[in-house]
């Protein structure tokens, strides 16, 4: 068993692990310090300083997500000197943040502002003068999936993170420096570079700054507090069997995020995340259609199975089970798959059985 350290944060004893950091250990025991960047599904980056705390016997501030805990530690996360040392760090971010939250799509599901708002920080009750209003025109909505609007980035480096660590791709960077900072993908536009638009990038976005497009509802903005269930199942893409979070409003699908548990871990791709728009397309078959004098036509499910199953006996009898194949989907869920290709088998007599996938 893994030796554990123990440390103190404010007077109060915790128990880690010698891998957590202060933060960590800090969460593990019910004690969330303030963050923005970071993120636990990808390396410490510790850019945003929110998560500042003091360590007895070392002088200055120290960033709490990249500090390792260690034994007999004594820590202070919530000292007036520290919070307001943070209050100051929270207005500097606010200083060069749009905080058109009346106008934006994370609005009420965005970590800063819950932190501007637990720290009293609206307009009125700033000291540092809005900047953001400097950056030039360098937002990208040319992506088919994302939108990416630069000023409100508070350059947490989460999507860039995201991109290289979690999907393996590396797209995304930073451009210019200092106010004029944005996330790029190199390219003058989005759609020109190599993204395949699985969206990992905006899932970990703390704020508004990169976010969905309305893919599921072209007609409306949607936000999280819209959504009325969250249904989590099994991506019906491909075999890896990737769990994700559909949302609905009024039995529509709105939203797909990637779900926090095997295989996934929270991603998915392209198609698990945009590719569910079929479900409530127009055009979407939803009664089985059968070829009459060369047209199809409407059928209740009854009559086709019966057809079906009274065309495969006869062609069956007449020409015997290898004159009949069988082609399944890889959209089905392995036991959907495993009972068809049984069926045919045993039933109708053939190894002649093969899916979409193979194609
Ligand atoms: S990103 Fe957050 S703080 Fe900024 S405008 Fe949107 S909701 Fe408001
Ligand atoms: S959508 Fe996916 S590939 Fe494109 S930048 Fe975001 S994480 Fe990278
Ligand atoms: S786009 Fe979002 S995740 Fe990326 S750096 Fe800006 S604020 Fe952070």
Not at 25 to 38: M, S
Not at 154 to 173: F, N, P, S
Request: aromatic share 6%; net charge positive.
């Amino acid at each position: 068993m893994e030796k554990q350290i123990t440390f103190t944060i404010d007077g109060k004893t915790i128990k880690a692990s010698p891998k957590d950091t202060i933060l960590t250990a800090a969460e593990k025991n019910g004690i969330v310090i303030p963050n923005l960047c970071y993120n636990k599904e990808v390396s410490c980056t510790a850019a945003c300083r929110l998560c500042i705390v003091k360590i007895e016997g070392r002088p200055g501030f120290h960033p709490s997500c990249a500090m390792k805990a260690a034994d007999g530690m004594k820590v202070k996360a919530f000292t007036d000197e520290i919070e307001k040392q943070r209050r100051i760090i929270l207005d500097l971010l606010l200083s060069a943040h749009n905080d058109d939250c009346i106008n934006c799509k994370k609005d009420g599901d965005c970590e800063l502002q819950d932190l501007a708002f637990k720290y009293n920080l609206g307009r009125d009750s700033r000291d540092f003068p809005p900047i953001w209003e400097q950056l030039e025109e360098t937002s990208d909505s040319t992506s088919q999936v994302l939108d990416y609007d630069a000023t409100k980035c508070i350059q947490c480096q989460r999507c860039i993170k995201a991109c290289q660590e979690k999907q393996g791709k590396g797209i995304l960077t930073f451009a210019n420096r200092g106010i004029k900072t944005t996330v790029t993908t190199g390219y003058p536009q989005w759609n020109a570079s190599l993204c395949d638009g699985c969206g990992e990038c905006q899932q970990a976005c703390p704020v508004g700054a990169l976010t969905m497009k309305p893919v599921y509802s072209p007609n409306n903005r949607v936000r999280q507090k819209d959504i009325e269930k969250t249904t989590t199942t099994t991506c019906p893409y491909c075999g890896v069997g990737c769990q994700i979070d559909v949302s609905t409003i009024n039995n529509r699908i709105v939203k797909v995020d990637g779900h926090n548990d095997i295989p996934n871990h929270g991603s998915t791709c392209v198609k698990g995340r945009f590719g569910l728009d079929f479900v409530n397309h127009p055009e979407r078959l939803t009664k089985p259609l059968i070829r009459k004098d060369g047209k199809f036509e409407e059928a209740e499910w009854n009559e086709a199975l019966k057809y079906t199953a009274d065309r495969l006996v006869k062609i069956k009898t007449e020409y015997g089970s290898n004159s009949v194949c069988g082609l399944s989907s890889a959209r089905c869920t392995n036991e959907d798959n495993y009972l068809f290709q049984k069926f045919m088998r045993s039933i109708v007599g053939t190894n002649n059985v093969d899916h979409c996938a193979r194609l």
